[in-house]
């Protein structure tokens, strides 16, 4: 593989050798110093051009000549520089921001429509900090979870839970990464807040699909999250005071101007009032964002970044619970030359909670961590060559629980749960090739592989079989015991490889559209076990392995790009479709708590997905916004397989959890003046299916349900209105504080919209009843903002 | 154990702004089922000799009406190791009965139901329980500190794995509260099982334990295929709020030999069982 790599850059580094000349550099915003990502850079004139890449730094390749090398990117002036190109050289940019707000844009497209529409990168959103913060901020604070919510393919599983799915795909299989860390849970307060502090983001790069060949590990997508990297100019602080929690940021130049830092803090203190209202009860979170960069020189960079988050709640004196995740990268930026760019990884993340039962004296801890080393080139063959590669492994522990006696009077025994490791290795190649000026592709090939380790034992099922159809009953049940099988540390208990091929076009129709299809496929290693209604914060990740396969996913998109008005409208019109193999799905009564042998509880399904996504876009004027309308449908089929019997669901085909079939979203902004913003999120999606009863039966005295099919019914539509408001007040123009008031009201026409519905016996009438639980009714918030 | 997570994440999901109502929900109808109810239950200190088995039908979810007994049909229940039959006859409404039943803990039996034609069967070895310890009272226990709850004290066996059923009924309440466990993490253990009242919070009315109230208490030692088919009925008897397992079609051991897809609902147990009750001072 590394004797191909070589090949292929020599390759084309030979058919680009005639009297071309390369122009490398950073482009950096000039206010700060922050590294621009995703800002195009490029030979007017020409079709030549680059995209800076997560450190800002870019690379062209042109002919001999003279030529105005110019940069642009969303919210900044553009600007140019005059360069003759007779050697290979080096221009840094630092680029103003745009001084009219009246011209503030809301877009989530890639940079210049020009470049977005030959880029063959397909259903990739990318949201710059600033925009996500244009967008009404409705819970007091800006989320870029909520924001992502907005986009076509992406919806969530109701309120009041964490995550969010993609294209029909299960919260587990997206892929989040702060600063190349995974984070395995994304909300706060179970998806009040999500775990990003929008004032130590940078900006966010969502993959529904045609997902690089560099990322792996998931199959639905990746959402990519880079944290700033600190002022390097002056020392800032930024932050906001909100009715349910407050953040503070502090950034400034270290190291005498070689380097930057940034620590951003948050924390709620809805604790303070129960406190003063004198309740046992506590609920809260924080968490804490570090960054800081230092330059050895113009090739070699340093950065290192972390972020520590918690949730704790308190009920009485009975029990308390906190989770959270924490993460740490050290990180190498080393240029080898002007178009050979690499970077070093070393990340630590880790998600871990606790519970602490102190009426029975025990607790129950359970956590995974991993270990992940990276390495990623770049290499700028020619202008329309540009090769990607790199190898990464990963090293993971996996410790499901364990239940420790916390007193000698404790009724508990200790009990721990078998720990397990597993190494996932990577190897990519991609290329971004320019065949035509009309036609660009991207295409690559990752390896990846996966060993689940020893250092535990396996039980053995007769037959091989952990869980056996009880063909009598008519039910799934674990399978019986003949023994076990120690394995070694170090030893490898299973192992698995998969190639990943990933591809996509473009083709340009004409100046304002083009046409882009793609194709992906990718493998997941890690799953996380949850059989409930929406995925909960006590869930716990798995890892493949002699029972559990790897789940397989093979995507097919096709999209329509277009421009209007001179840009400014734009459509993007996409369809997809997805089939994932090896996905867990949970046999009737499957007991996950606790559970040493999860494979007695599960079954290897299949799912499938498929939509059409529309998204139209304001890019320009006072108001700006979009509409995006998603019909899709997402599906799962578990037959009974080595298990025997039909398998879940009588083997048929049902709808998953996620499943939404219509799904509209609408947001805008309006300016009315320099004072004033107004904004409004709309939203309406088809009802999450779920099981409802369709009879019922006296047994112990008691009405008993019957239930339907799984997810054979559907909660009510869910919809809501949210609204904002932008306050600026006149700012004196040698003060350096800055600030403002922003007003929200989520579900402004209060709807009760069902999180959940459950059918119970009334206690005191003896009748069935439907109860509704809504949780987020009406939430006004006000927020106060500032920058100094 | 369980119990544990699922307090946790119901107590998060009201911890935020939520609220709750009761709405009209359109649900399906499925197709009407034989409901077995063939509870033997051996209430330690009898013969165990009087025993009930019901039969109905069951109805729409949101069907009030009560009068479902099956009145036509034929059931026994034969000892598999010896032969002996136990023929149950009807009484009205769905009720028969036999008064000479001889129970044996560790034994196998089957039951035989005829009904419209179809016959359906099922298979229970009879288990034993543990007697109760103590029964006392306190405060502190439980979820909430300041109520009142009973606690049952009782000693695992440790050489098997043991599979409870807890049935608690305040007197004058309508409806009984149903409670299962296993002795996964206290194998062995002398162990404390408390029940108190939950709240509720559309009423105005003190549900919580006061002096003087009554509660009935019966303690069963149930088979670990009985404590699978309890533990999901218990949990979706409690209705299928946000973090609750997707619920499913609940089948029992009652199966239906002349056409499988037809099944009953219910189950065939045999259980030995400690019925008393206890008093709050």
């Given amino acids: 593989m590394k004797n191909l790599v070589l090949l292929f850059m020599l390759f084309t580094a030979i058919l680009s050798a005639q009297d071309n000349y390369t122009v490398s550099g950073i482009v950096k915003e000039a206010s700060n110093g922050e590294t621009a990502f995703g800002a195009s850079v490029f030979l007017k004139g020409t079709r030549i051009g680059s995209i800076t890449n997560e450190y800002g730094f870019f690379s062209i390749t042109a002919p001999k000549g003279t030529y105005t090398l110019t940069v642009s990117y969303i919210g900044f002036e ?5 360069i003759t190109l007779d050697q290979n050289q080096k221009v840094n940019f630092e680029i103003n921001e745009e001084s009219t707000q009246l011209d503030a844009v809301v877009v989530v497209a890639e940079e210049t429509e020009r470049v977005s529409l030959k880029k063959p990168e397909m259903s990739v959103s990318k949201l710059n900090i600033k925009t996500v913060k244009q967008m009404p901020v409705v819970l007091g604070e800006v989320d870029i979870i909520k924001s992502l919510q907005m986009l076509p393919g992406v919806t969530k599983n109701g309120e009041g839970t964490g995550g969010f799915h993609v294209r029909g795909g299960a919260v587990d299989q997206n892929l989040v990464l702060l600063d190349e860390a995974i984070i395995y849970n994304t909300s706060h307060m179970l998806g009040f807040f999500s775990v990003f502090n929008a004032d130590a983001i940078k900006d966010i790069k969502l ?35 909100g009715l349910i929690s407050s953040r503070l940021a502090v950034e400034g130049p270290m190291f005498k101007d070689k380097g930057s830092f940034l620590i951003a803090g948050r924390s709620s203190y809805v604790n303070l009032f129960l406190a003063a209202a004198n309740e046992d009860n506590r609920l809260g979170f924080y968490d804490l964002n570090l960054k800081t960069n230092y330059k050895l020189n113009d090739k070699n960079k340093l950065y290192l970044s ?9 009920f009485g004196k009975s029990f308390s619970s906190s989770y959270g995740n924490a993460s740490g990268n050290l990180r190498w930026n080393h240029i080898f030359n002007d178009r050979l760019f690499s970077n070093l990884s070393l990340i630590y993340s880790k998600y871990d909670y606790d519970l602490e039962i102190t009426d029975d004296e025990f607790d129950w801890i359970s956590s995974i961590k991993n270990y992940n080393v990276k390495y990623d080139l770049k290499y700028y063959a020619s202008d329309k060559f540009k090769l990607d590669f790199g190898i990464s492994g990963i090293y993971y522990d996996f410790d499901p629980g364990q239940v420790r006696p916390t007193s000698d009077t404790s009724p508990i025994n200790f009990l721990a749960l078998d720990r397990k490791k597993a190494f996932e290795g990577g190897l990519y190649v991609n290329a971004e090739h320019k065949i035509t000026d009309k036609l660009t592709a991207q295409y690559g090939l990752r390896h990846s592989s996966f060993s689940r380790l020893g250092g535990q034992s396996m039980i053995d099922y007769a037959n091989g079989q952990p869980v056996v159809y009880n063909s009598t009953l008519g039910i799934y049940e674990r399978g019986t015991e003949i023994g076990e099988t120690a394995y070694k540390e170090g030893e490898t208990i299973k192992s698995f490889g998969n190639l990943e091929p990933r591809a996509s076009l473009a083709y340009q129709l004409n100046e304002s559209s083009s046409v882009k299809a793609g194709y992906s496929r990718s493998a997941q290693y890690i799953h996380l076990l949850s059989n409930t209604t929406s995925v909960t914060p006590l869930d716990v990740w798995t890892a493949s392995g002699k029972y559990i396969k790897p789940q397989l996913s093979d995507q097919y998109a096709l999209g329509y790009f277009r421009n209007f008005n ?27 708590i606790g559970q040493n042998n999860i494979e007695t509880e599960v079954l290897n399904g299949e799912a499938r997905a498929y939509g059409l996504e529309f998204l139209v876009r304001k890019n320009e004027g006072r108001f700006t916004g979009w509409v995006s309308y998603t019909l899709s449908k997402a599906e799962q089929r578990t037959l009974g397989g080595t298990a025997g019997g039909p398998g879940i669901n009588n083997g048929d085909w049902y709808n998953s959890a996620f499943d939404r079939t219509h799904d509209i979203s609408i947001t805008g902004a309006y300016k009315l003046n320099d004072k004033w913003t107004f904004g409004g999120n709309m939203v309406f999606q088809t009802g999450r299916p779920v099981t409802y009863p369709n009879g ?18 559907r909660l009510p539509a869910y919809h809501r209105l949210d609204l904002s408001a932008t306050y600026k007040p006149n700012r004196r123009p040698n003060k350096g504080w800055e600030g403002e008031w922003v007003f929200g009201i989520y579900n402004a026409y209060n709807r009760k919209n069902a999180a959940s519905i459950s059918f119970t016996q009334n206690e005191d009438l003896g009748i069935n009843e439907a109860t509704r639980t809504a949780i987020f009714t009406m939430v006004p918030s006000v927020t106060y903002n500032f920058k100094f | ?21 009761v709405i009209d929900v359109d649900v399906q109808n499925g197709v009407s089922r034989l409901v077995i109810e063939a509870s033997l239950d051996w209430e330690k200190g009898t013969t165990g000799s009087n025993q009930t088995i019901k039969l109905s039908k069951s109805t729409p979810y949101f069907d009030t009406t009560t009068n479902t007994g099956v009145t036509n049909a034929s059931v026994r229940v034969v000892n598999d190791n010896d032969g002996t039959e136990f023929v149950f006859t009807h009484q009205g409404d769905g009720a028969y009965t036999t008064n000479n039943f001889i129970p044996v803990v560790g034994e196998s039996y089957t039951l035989e139901v005829i009904h419209d034609g179809e016959t359906y069967s099922a298979n229970e070895t009879l288990t034993p329980v543990v007697d109760i310890d103590a029964i006392t009272q306190s405060v502190e226990s439980g979820f909430n500190d300041e109520d009142l709850e009973v606690n049952i004290i009782f000693t695992d066996p440790e050489a098997e794995e043991n599979y409870y059923l807890f049935k608690f009924q305040k007197e004058g309440d309508l409806l009984p509260t149903l409670e299962d466990g296993d002795d996964e993490f206290v194998n062995g253990n002398k162990v404390t099982w408390w029940f108190e009242k939950e709240e509720d919070d559309d009423t105005d009315e003190i549900e919580a334990f006061m002096p003087g109230d009554t509660v009935s208490i019966e303690f069963y030692g149930i088979s670990e295929a009985f404590s699978n088919y309890m533990q999901i009925l218990i949990e979706q008897a409690e209705g299928a709020g946000l973090f609750s397992t997707t619920p499913v079609p609940l089948k029992g051991n009652c199966i239906n030999t002349t056409n499988a897809d037809n099944y009953a609902f219910g189950y065939f147990r045999l259980t030995q069982v400690v019925r008393t009750s206890y008093t709050f001072q």
Avoid at chain 1, 701 to 711: H, L, P, T, V, Y
């Fill in chain 1, 566 to 592: 001179n840009k400014k409208y734009s459509l993007e019109v996409e369809g997809y479709y997805k089939t994932t193999d090896n996905r867990i799905d949970y046999i009737d009564g499957s007991n996950l």
């Fill in chain 2, 1 to 21: 154990m369980k119990i544990y997570f699922k307090l946790i994440l119901l107590l998060l999901t009201i911890s935020l702004a939520s609220c709750e109502d």
């Fill in chain 1, 306 to 314: 972390g972020y520590f988050g918690r949730d704790s709640f308190k």
């Fill in chain 1, 78 to 82: 553009s600007m140019g520089q005059e």
């Fill in chain 1, 696 to 713: 019922q039966y006296e047994y112990e005295g008691q009405s008993i349900a019957s239930f339907s099919e799984r997810n054979s019914d």
């Fill in chain 1, 207 to 241: 993959y529904k699909g045609g997902i690089p060949a560099r990322f792996g590990g998931r199959t639905s997508s990746v959402l990519d999250v880079r944290q700033k990297d600190g002022n390097s100019k002056q020392l800032a602080f930024t932050g906001g005071i």
